[in-house]
């Protein structure tokens, strides 16, 4: 019995551990393995500008992991990435389309709209 509470606790802490490995830059975990799983493409300003989603999902892991956004400016993203295709919330909260895997996703970056420089507050992937 003790063995097998061994076991259990070992295998909880490495799967705690490969979990928190798979976080890219602002990408929570989930989102970080299939960005990962999606390609590893050098991140390139005028290739994202061009808005291809099949390969802005390639370059993907390189962005998230070499620019962080939470806490950027909503304008200091749009200057980098470009401008949003669509916004999540009205005309504020910047989305691009990117694909992974052949699955389409909505890259968000919320903006905090109550704090000066409304700063984006996280980066995720929604499915479309």
């Known amino acids: 019995m003790k063995l097998f509470f061994v076991v259990c606790v070992a295998f909880l802490v490495v ?17 970080g393995r299939r960005a990962v799983a999606g390609g590893r493409d050098s991140f390139s ?10 390969i802005r999902g390639r370059m993907l892991a390189d962005l998230a992991r070499n620019h962080r956004f939470v806490g950027l400016s909503r304008d200091s993203t749009v200057a980098l990435l470009g401008p949003s295709e669509w916004y999540v919330v009205q005309d504020g909260d ?3 389309r990117v694909e992974l895997r052949g699955r389409a996703y909505d890259l968000q970056l919320p903006v905090k709209y109550w704090e000066p420089g409304a700063p984006v507050h996280s980066m995720r992937l929604v499915a479309r």
Do not use: E, K, S
């Open 45 to 54: 300003i005028p290739v994202w500008r061009a808005g291809d989603p099949d």
């Open 15 to 31: 799967g705690l551990g490969v979990t928190c490995l798979a976080r890219v830059g602002d990408l929570g975990p989930a989102d």
């Open 94 to 96: 910047p989305c691009y």
